[in-house]
Structures are given as C-alpha cells and as structure tokens.
C-alpha cells in the first residue's frame, strides 16, 4: 500500500546550527503534505504544509521542499534551538471529504538539540 | 480558548471493559477525527466525522464506536477492550475550507 517513511529515526545537532529531516513518501497523486512537531506528551502541532504545485515554502525558520521527481520532502530548521527537540512528522494529507483530510503519518525523526 | 481537549489523560482497562474517550472542541469546527498512535509509529485514522450526525471509518476501525451529536464533541467507545488497543489516542479537528488539523493532547490506554 501507499506509506510515508522518514530516512533517519534520530538525529542530532549543536545548537544554533541547521538541522534537515527528510522523508519519502510513495504516493505519486499525493498533492499536499505537512510537517507535524511532536513533543513528549504533547499532540503533534502543525509545523508548515506544502501543494504538489510548490516545490519550496518558507516560515519563521523552517523551510519545506518538496521534489515530486524523486517523492521526496525535506524539512529545514534554521539555527536550531533547544524548544526544537521533539519527534518531527511528514505527512501525506490525502483527500476524505471536503476539505477534510487523512493524514497519513511516517514514523518520525527524533531531533534532539545538543548545547 | 481551550482548542481540542481529551479526556482522560491516562488509563487502564482489564480484557472485556468498555470505556470512552471524551472529545471537545470550542473552534466551531466542522470536522474531527480520531487518531492512534503505537509505540514509535506514526497516526493512523481510526474514524472521522464532516458535521454532526455523520460519521465515517478510517483506516483502523475495528473494535471501535463514535457518534457526533453536537457539533463540539466527539466520543470514541471501546466496547470489549482488547491488548490490540493498547495506543495513545488522539482527537483533532479541522474547520472547512481549511486542511489544517488542530490535535488535542491524547489519551495513554493500556489493556492488561
């Protein structure tokens, strides 16, 4: 079936340094995709989102390309701070009805934020 | 504004209880949805709902029960708990027009 895969579990960096997490997806008629924070105990809290007709979109200090080539996402953090350690999540956001959406989720990129 | 709000934050249910988890949202919003989410992996959708009244299955159903009488909440019952649910259960909604999703804080369930 059509699954959301991240390309690293874990992943470590200095603070104040750039972070990048990555994530594949296999679905080539997905159209909208969103990155998801996930801290420990906390509900995931959406991050930025992306349409298949852009290949990049900027937020405050994140960054999200999208290469629909290769089915590939990218998330980049600028100058990382340690409020970004958390669990990130792409997700495929596939049509339900309306605008109501199905996300399905990749099992996550732990970032934790060395000082 | 409270956004989406679980209860309860944590429990444990024996083999065979039933039990439901509470869902609220003060958005106003039109739809909502239930997520699991096990050890490690990401969400999946168990049920969802576009509007009061209507209720549709997602991806992982079985073994569970929603309605939506109001527009606010949204409760899923397990009605013979199994060691298979044992998750983090979340509820988010969303409002029309926008594909959004607002999360609430979850539910840790345990069936021994």
């Known amino acids: 079936g059509e699954s959301v895969g991240l390309h690293l579990p874990t992943l470590s960096v200095q603070e104040g340094d750039n972070s990048i997490i990555n994530c594949a997806y296999s679905?080539?008629?997905?159209?909208?995709f969103i990155w998801y924070k996930q801290e420990s105990g906390k509900g995931p809290q959406f991050i930025i989102d992306?349409?298949?007709?852009?290949d990049k979109r900027q937020g405050q200090r994140v960054t999200v390309l999208l290469n629909k080539t290769v089915k590939h996402l990218s998330l980049q953090i600028a100058a990382t701070q340690p409020g970004d350690s958390a669990v990130y999540f792409c997700?495929?956001?596939?049509?339900?009805?309306?605008?109501?959406?199905?996300?399905?989720f990749g099992s996550g990129t732990q970032l934790t934020v060395l000082p | 504004n409270a956004g989406v709000t679980q209860t309860p934050k944590f429990r444990i249910l024996k083999i065979g209880q039933s039990m439901t988890l509470q869902c609220t949202q003060d958005?106003?919003?039109?739809?909502m949805y239930w997520y699991r989410q096990d050890p490690g992996m990401g969400l999946k959708l168990i049920y969802y709902s576009v509007g009061a009244g209507i209720t549709d299955k997602g991806e992982v159903p079985n073994g569970y029960n929603v309605s939506r009488s109001t527009t606010e909440d949204f409760p899923l019952r397990l009605e013979l708990a199994a060691p298979s649910q044992t998750s983090v259960y979340f509820c988010?909604?969303?409002?029309?027009?926008?594909?959004?999703?607002?999360f609430g804080s979850g539910t840790q369930l345990s069936v021994l």
């Open positions: 992306i349409r298949s007709n852009m």
């Open positions: 988010a909604s969303s409002s029309e027009g926008k594909e959004k999703l607002f």
């Open positions: 958005m106003n919003h039109n739809y």
């Open positions: 679905n080539s008629a997905s159209d909208y």
């Open positions: 997700a495929d956001a596939g049509p339900l009805s309306g605008s109501a959406r199905q996300l399905t």
